[in-house]
């Protein structure tokens, strides 16, 4: 058979107190550790918008391409319209 661990809720103890120099330094390590966390992710969160900042870059110099690219196949299909209606005609 499996065994299966039994989940143990630890008990609150009502007569346990903590002094003030005892929950002072649990929430300053606390802190500390949050804090670290937090400047970690606002960190990461720099890094990836200046990657969007220059991929939006790079996708605005492409759009510009792909305009000039487009007005030339324009040119083009006229240029082979007004030929085909000199041929036909």
């Known amino acids: ?13 009502e007569n346990v107190h903590y002094s003030a120099t005892e929950m002072n330094r649990y929430l300053g390590a606390l802190n500390e550790v949050h804090g ?18 220059n991929i939006t870059k790079v ?8 305009s000039g690219h487009t007005k030339k196949l324009d ?4 240029m082979i319209g ?7 005609f």
């Open 59 to 66: 996708l605005d110099e492409h759009t510009k391409i792909l």
């Open 75 to 78: 040119s083009h299909t006229e």
């Open 36 to 53: 670290e966390t937090l400047k970690v992710i606002r960190e990461n969160s720099v890094v990836t918008d200046r990657k969007i900042d």
């Open 1 to 13: 058979m499996k065994k299966v661990a039994k989940k143990v809720k630890p008990k609150f103890n």
């Open 82 to 88: 007004v030929l085909w209606k000199m041929f036909l």
